[in-house]
Nanobody
Framework: QVQLVESGGGSVQAGGSLRLSCTASGRTFSTFVMGWFRQAPGKDRDAVAAITGSGGRKSYADPVNGRFTISRDNAKNTVYLQMNSLKPEDTAVYYC????????????????????WGQGTQVTVSS
């Protein structure tokens, strides 16, 4: 069983930055694709970013491409989401997730394919 714990959420003004962290339990972190998702009130959970087990491949959703950066430190069992130039529409609960079937992907796994999820952390961006 893998447990994921997110941190780093909060409130910020538009144009500001936040860095989210997600730390996993267990010793197989480097074998997981990790993803970040977000869910705004009344909306579906949307993919934000994904990263392969080695960190060599990263993918971003169009709304965040160029503003957000996903990274990971396998020695610390942690994945990060650096969020810059934040906009009010980025307001959501952000979740990290682990895909344990492979450390690689050709296309990022869909939300339904991820095996483990964190509890979420709130990000609020005010105008």
């Amino acid at each position: 069983q893998v447990q994921l714990v997110e941190s780093g959420g909060g409130s910020v003004q538009a144009g500001g930055s936040l860095r989210l962290s997600c730390t996993a339990s267990g010793r197989t972190f480097s074998t997981f694709v990790m993803g970040w998702f977000r869910q705004a009130p009344g909306k579906d959970r949307d993919a934000v970013a994904a990263i392969t087990g080695s960190g060599g491949r990263k993918s971003y959703a169009d709304p965040v491409n160029g503003r957000f950066t996903i990274s990971r430190d396998n020695a610390k069992n942690t994945v990060y989401l650096q969020m810059n130039s934040l906009k009010p529409e980025d307001t959501a609960v952000y979740y990290c997730a682990a895909y344990s079937s492979s450390p690689y992907y050709t296309t990022p796994p869909r939300a339904s394919q991820y095996n483990y999820w964190g509890q979420g952390t709130q990000v609020t961006v005010s105008s």
